[in-house]
């Protein structure tokens, strides 16, 4: 256990940023899972409203850091190339 108090503070600090990210990443997981829920069902319409609320999702998390810019490209890249092949 840490004994001096900017150790201690780092620990608090990176606890609660671990977590943070964790629920974000837990966010665009779910969001891309509906989107996959929803080409597997090749339902059309859904897979649009669901991949519309997963892109602004994988935006938030990169803007915020949890994502690198070109995992967030990725991502997006993918989800709409699925989407776009049941269309």
């Known amino acids: 256990m840490a004994n001096i108090k900017s150790a201690?503070?780092?620990i608090l600090?990176?606890?609660t940023k671990t977590a943070r990210n964790?629920?974000?990443r837990s966010k665009v997981k779910t969001?891309?899972?509906k989107v996959?829920?929803?080409v597997l069902a090749k339902d059309v319409e859904a897979a649009?409203?669901?991949l519309k609320a997963a892109i602004v999702e994988i935006t938030k998390a990169g803007?915020?850091?949890v994502y690198h810019k070109n995992t967030v490209a990725r991502k997006i890249s993918?989800?709409?190339?699925a989407v776009n092949e049941i269309a």
């Open 22 to 24: 964790k629920a974000i």
């Open 63 to 65: 803007s915020k850091g």
């Open 78 to 81: 993918r989800l709409s190339k």
């Open 48 to 50: 649009k409203v669901a």
């Open 13 to 15: 600090v990176s606890e």
């Open 36 to 38: 996959d829920a929803a």
């Open 8 to 10: 201690k503070k780092r």
């Open 31 to 33: 969001a891309v899972k």
